[in-house]
């Protein structure tokens, strides 16, 4: 029986540490997803030509609900500014390393098949990356066409493979990565119960800048 006891306390000793583990993996692993989801948005405006001449498009959100992974546009628009990550168009993992799909933002007039975007397109209503979710200017991130969000090992408020919605988050920054806002929120994760709510989306971003240095270089054709 003593022994019994020993090897008990051993053991729950180590499930711990063993848990925290498989969870900093899975969070790297999502990190890394997030940059190849951010990556191939890069691919899909390189490749995708605008109607309008010297001009190209990003992608438009999926919006449907359950999401199939695919695009949702009319007449060239995106029928929303925010939705899932379109993966099949882009090629890319379905999910992240919890079994929720990723959320994404963008600027619908850099995503108008017709119209797209060129070097020289102005950013007059820009999404933005804050520390909290009462901002008023951007203190995290600023001038973004896209946002990518990874709503973390809770996944409140994500669309899981089994096709089902998440419960909605209690946090109020979780909640304000769900509004249809152009106001995301990154900041450290906090448990639940904490005086600023529980927290552990994982985010990544595109600005206007780093979408023009690699779709429109210098005397490419949409930047002649």
């Known amino acids: 029986a003593i022994v019994l006891v020993i090897v008990t306390l ?8 063993l848990s925290a583990q498989i969870q900093a993996r899975r969070v790297a692993e999502t990190r890394q997803l997030l ?19 010297g001009r190209r498009h990003l992608p438009c959100p999926d919006t449907d609900v359950p999401p199939d992974g695919r695009e949702n546009r009319s007449a060239g628009q995106c029928d929303s500014s925010t939705g899932t990550l379109p993966w099949v168009a882009l090629g890319t ?12 933002a963008v600027i619908q007039q850099y995503a108008d098949s017709s119209s797209g975007f060129s070097a ?7 999404l933005k990356v804050c520390s909290t979710r009462s901002c008023t ?10 946002v990518l ?3 973390g090992p809770n996944g409140w408020g994500a669309h899981n493979v ?9 946090g109020p920054d979780e909640t304000q990565n769900l509004n249809l806002s152009r106001t995301y929120v990154s900041r450290a994760p906090t448990q639940p119960g904490s005086a600023a709510g529980e927290f552990d989306d994982l985010l990544i971003w595109l600005s206007r800048d780093q979408l ?11 930047n002649p």
């Open 10 to 17: 051993l053991i729950g000793g180590l499930a711990a540490p």
């Open 35 to 53: 940059q190849e989801a951010r990556d191939a948005v890069l691919g899909y405006a390189m490749t995708h030509a605008a109607a309008t001449p």
């Open 93 to 104: 993992a379905p999910h992240d390393a919890w079994g929720n799909r990723l959320r994404y």
């Open 120 to 126: 020289s397109s102005g950013l007059p209503d820009p």
């Open 137 to 146: 200017i951007a203190d995290v991130a600023d001038n973004l066409v896209v």
């Open 149 to 151: 969000v990874s709503h």
């Open 162 to 170: 089994n096709g089902t919605t998440q419960a909605a988050p209690s």
């Open 212 to 222: 023009v240095a690699r779709v429109c270089p210098p005397g490419s054709d949409c």
